[in-house]
C-alpha cells in the first residue's frame, strides 16, 4: 500500500515499520505521527478510508479509537483541578448530589469508582441521550466498594468524567474539550463530530462475531457485563453510523488524527494544558494490581495508563497514543482495521530504536 506524509530521515525505519503493518491490514488503514524534542518527526498514513477500497485514507481522515479517547476526556476534568474548580478528593456527591456511589472524584479519574456495570439492561440508545445514561449511573451500585479495587470503566468513564465536567463548568465534554483542549493546541481530535468533521470519518473494519469472541476469551465474568449494556459499542452497523458518530460518548468515541492523539502527549509533555504539578499527579501511578474488569495487570493514574517510563492509553482494535518521559517523544497510531496491539508496538519500537531506547515488551 503506498504511504503518505513525511518523516524525518533519521526515523526512515519507522516508515518501513509502518509500511510493513498497513500491509498487513484486511481493511480500512492507518496513521502514525511521532513528536520529539519540539519538533514533528513523523506523519504518516495510508490505505483506504471505507470498506470498499474508493476512498483513500487522507492527512485530515478522522477514524475513532475507542478507549485513546478516554485520557481526552480526563484532560477536560484535570484542567478544572487546575483552576482550583474541582478537588480530586472531594465525593462526587459534592458535585452530583444523585450520584449513589460513595467515590471521590480522584476514584473516577483512577478507574476505582466501581461503576463498570449497569445491573439493568439498556438501549443502544441510551448512549445517545446523555441525561439518560448519566441518570443510570447515578443510581448504580459500584460493582466493588470504591478504592479497595480498581477496574477500567470500558463505556462510561467519559460518562462518569463529563458530567462532572458539565456540573462544574456547564459546558459538555465535547464542547469543553474542543474549546478549552484541542482548539487552543490546534489538536484534531473531537468528541461529537459536526458535519463537516464527519465528511473526514474512517469506516471501522473487522468488527463481527470473531473478533468478539479473540477479545473476550480468558477474560473476568464482569468483562461481557461491563462491554455489552448498552450494546452496540462493538457493532459495525452502530459505530459507522451517524447517530453514534455525532454523540457524545467520550470513553470510546472520540474521532482524530494521529497527530492529533500524538498531540494531545506532545502538548503535556511541553507543559501546556495542565500545570506541572496536576501533570504529575495524573501521571502517578494511584493503584496497580490485575483490572477487575479486563483480568490483566494495569497500573492507573487520572485517566492515563502508567507504565515504566511512559503514561497513555491504548484502545480497543489496536490504537494508541502516548508519551515516554525518558525518550521525550509523543506517539500516535490509530487504525480503522480492528486487530491487536501488535503493529502500534512494531511502530513504536522502531521508533524506539532510531532513538537509542530498549524496545518496549
Known amino acids: 500500500m503506498e504511504v503518505g506524509g513525511s518523516v524525518d530521515p533519521r526515523f526512515a525505519a519507522v516508515r518501513d515499520a509502518f509500511a510493513s503493518a498497513l500491509a498487513s ?17 513523523v506523519d504518516l498514513w495510508g490505505g483506504a ?6 476512498l483513500p485514507w487522507r492527512a485530515d481522515s478522522l477514524v475513532q479509537p475507542y478507549s485513546v479517547t478516554k485520557p481526552f476526556a480526563a484532560v477536560c476534568a484535570l484542567r478544572l483541578v487546575d483552576r482550583g474548580l474541582l478537588d480530586l478528593d472531594a465525593p462526587v456527591q459534592a458535585y452530583w448530589p444523585e450520584f449513589a456511589a460513595p467515590a471521590t472524584v480522584r476514584q473516577v479519574l483512577s478507574h476505582q469508582a466501581g461503576i463498570v456495570a449497569l445491573d439493568e439492561p439498556a438501549p443502544t440508545e441510551a448512549f445517545y441521550a446523555w441525561d439518560r445514561l448519566c441518570a443510570l449511573l447515578a443510581a448504580q451500585q459500584p ?16 460518562h462518569l468524567v463529563g458530567e462532572l465536567v458539565r456540573r462544574v463548568d456547564g459546558r459538555s465534554l465535547g ?4 474549546e478549552e483542549v484541542c482548539g487552543p493546541s490546534a489538536l484534531d481530535f473531537h468528541v461529537g463530530l459536526r458535519p463537516p468533521e464527519l465528511a473526514r470519518a474512517v469506516e471501522l473494519t473487522g468488527l463481527g462475531e470473531q473478533f468478539d469472541r479473540t477479545g473476550s476469551s480468558g477474560r473476568p ?9 448498552p450494546p452496540g459499542a462493538r457493532d459495525p452497523a452502530v459505530v459507522n453510523g451517524v447517530a453514534w458518530r455525532t454523540a457524545e ?3 470510546v468515541n472520540g474521532h482524530g488524527t494521529a497527530r492529533g492523539v500524538a498531540g494531545l502527549y506532545a502538548a503535556l509533555l511541553q507543559g501546556r494544558i495542565l500545570s506541572p504539578a496536576v501533570l504529575r499527579e495524573a501521571t502517578t501511578a494511584h493503584c496497580q494490581g490485575i483490572d477487575a474488569v479486563f483480568g490483566h495487570e494495569t497500573a492507573w493514574g487520572l485517566g492515563f495508563a502508567i507504565d515504566a517510563d511512559d503514561f497513555g492509553m491504548g484502545g480497543l482494535g489496536g490504537s494508541y497514543g502516548g508519551a515516554s518521559t525518558a525518550g521525550g517523544y509523543a506517539f500516535g497510531f490509530v487504525t ?16 524506539r530504536a532510531c532513538l537509542g531506547m530498549p524496545a518496549l515488551d
Open 25 to 41: 491490514q484486511q481493511g480500512t488503514g492507518a496513521a502514525v505521527a511521532a513528536w520529539c524534542d519540539g519538533t514533528w518527526v
Open 49 to 54: 478510508a471505507d470498506a470498499a477500497g474508493t
Open 143 to 158: 460493582q466493588w466498594t470504591p478504592g479497595e479495587a480498581h477496574g477500567e470503566s470500558a463505556l462510561f468513564y467519559g
Open 175 to 178: 464542547t469543553f474539550l474542543r
Open 221 to 229: 465474568e464482569l468483562y461481557a457485563r461491563a462491554i455489552d449494556n
Open 249 to 251: 460518548i467520550p470513553a
Open 336 to 351: 480503522g482495521s480492528m486487530g491487536d496491539d501488535g503493529p502500534a508496538y512494531a511502530v513504536e519500537n522502531a521508533l
